[in-house]
């Protein structure tokens, strides 16, 4: 009956014009869609055939390929955006890597319009020669999956083809919480097990990741199942703080609470399982107002003010450890170190690495709050410096579990040995051999400039 009485109100609202989205230089960018119950729908053929024109107009930037098909075999499209002549960064350091989706519900077409105008934005950016867009490109990779449930969107249905709601059929809780329709498993249906697959083998380490949605105005983060903050709460309430105090009014809030209880959604999955910053965004439900019908980038400005704000402070969505300063006395290491990300990490080790890369000490763990700095002193007694041997840290960048880990080396600190009578007496025990200390201040030459130069350009 849904679908009818669209087909109606289509044809009813044909003489009405579709809305445009304006770019900086006063050129309209076409929202490809059509008026269905009173609000602007985009089919996967429209959306087939733009995609496809970024593709050839922007190949130096727009990297179009697929996560696979939908039940009914409608290509999942992803747009990938970045400046692709550059493999790094301007520093050699790695991208930052953005993972985006839209339109898990087929009837929720302002998130499926939120995906299409954050990369229509950078595309638009990038021609028109905007700074920002530029930067963002040079320094990130965005990859954005516009509608993942064409099926469901062609018929207007929130459901996929077999009426399942692909937004509960990711494997963190699967089928756990009171639900509707979550499928026969876990990733039991064609879109969200090619999303999986996605997130596993291509942005395994996204540094953020947003799935858009419609229905009530807010942002929200882990968990769906539990009223509890997630470990990582330091990261989400900066990111809350930062984005009201600057951009927008817009709650954020845990989902269980923000919303109700959700289990095997993408939002979860991402955060629980991948390990990433996670957040649904939900546009409001005015698309469903009769005679809505208003510019994408004045209906829907305020939301991407808040994606371009989670894109440009992206690098800071992991903890950062910074060395500061770091002395041998005898037994012992004494370090300073600051975190210049906003999240925290609970694990870190000083390890002491030989010629080849091997580990050959590592310190007790020690823990590094979200912009904080620590000072601590490491029990070396076992440390046994080596000809051509490097100090690195160790640690996860998020305290989520399934958060990746990184091992970093002290380029560029300045290591201190502090000379004192017992240093004379453990010479012939080979810690502070004059061969020791060579290696050592030859593997840190550069001391600290060359880092310094990292953290301005980052």
Request: glycine share 8%.
């Amino acid at each position: 009956m849904r679908v009818a009485v669209g087909l109606v109100v289509c044809m009813l609202l044909a003489s009405i014009p579709v809305s445009t989205a304006q770019s900086d230089s006063g050129e309209a960018d076409a929202w490809p869609g059509d008026p269905v119950d009173s609000h602007v729908h985009m089919t996967w053929a429209a959306l087939t055939l733009e995609v496809n024109e970024w593709a050839d107009d922007y190949p130096e930037i727009v990297d179009l390929t697929s996560i696979g098909q939908s039940e009914l075999g409608k290509t999942l499209w992803v747009v990938r955006l970045s400046n692709w002549s550059m493999e790094t960064k301007f520093d050699g350091s790695p991208k930052e890597v953005v993972y985006i989706d839209g339109g898990h519900h087929g009837n929720e077409y302002l998130g499926t319009a939120l995906a299409w105008l954050s990369a229509k934005w950078y595309i638009n950016g990038w021609a028109e020669g905007n700074q920002e867009a530029i930067d963002a490109l040079d320094n990130t990779e965005l990859h954005i999956t516009i509608m993942l449930n064409p099926d469901g969107n062609d018929i207007d249905t929130r459901w996929n083809i077999n009426q399942v709601d692909l937004n509960r059929n990711y494997d963190h809780y699967w089928n756990t919480c009171p639900t509707t329709q979550p499928g026969s498993s876990a990733f039991s249906e064609s879109e969200t097990a090619s999303n999986g697959v996605y997130m596993n083998t291509v942005v395994p380490d996204a540094d953020l990741y947003v799935t858009m949605h419609t229905g009530v105005w807010i942002m929200l983060y882990p968990w769906g199942k539990w009223p509890e903050q997630p470990a990582d709460w330091e990261l989400y309430h900066k990111i809350r703080e930062d984005v009201q105090n600057n951009i927008s009014s817009i709650p954020i809030q845990n989902a269980n609470q923000g919303l109700y209880p959700n289990c095997g959604t993408s939002r979860d999955y991402g955060y629980g399982v991948m390990g990433y910053p996670t957040f649904t965004f939900e546009t409001d439900d005015e698309q469903f107002v009769p005679g809505s019908f208003e510019n994408l980038n004045e209906r829907l400005g305020e939301e991407m003010d808040v994606m371009r704000f989670l894109i440009n402070n992206v690098w800071y969505n992991r903890a950062r450890l910074n060395v500061q300063s770091f002395l041998i006395d005898g037994d012992s290491i004494d370090v300073s170190v600051d975190n210049l990300g906003h999240a925290s990490t609970t694990n870190a080790t000083l390890q002491y690495l030989d010629a080849n890369g091997m580990m050959v000490w590592n310190s007790s763990t020690f823990g590094v709050n979200a912009t904080n700095s620590t000072t601590l002193s490491l029990d070396a007694a076992n440390l046994s410096m080596i000809d051509g041997g490097t100090f690195a840290l160790n640690y996860q960048v998020r305290v989520i579990e399934s958060s990746r880990w990184v091992n970093e080396p002290l380029d560029g600190v300045e290591i201190v040995i502090e000379e004192s009578e017992e240093t004379s007496f453990l010479i012939g025990y080979g810690l502070f051999n004059p061969l020791s200390l060579m290696a050592c201040f030859i593997a840190v030459a550069a001391i600290a400039n060359e880092r310094k130069e990292m953290d301005e350009a980052a």
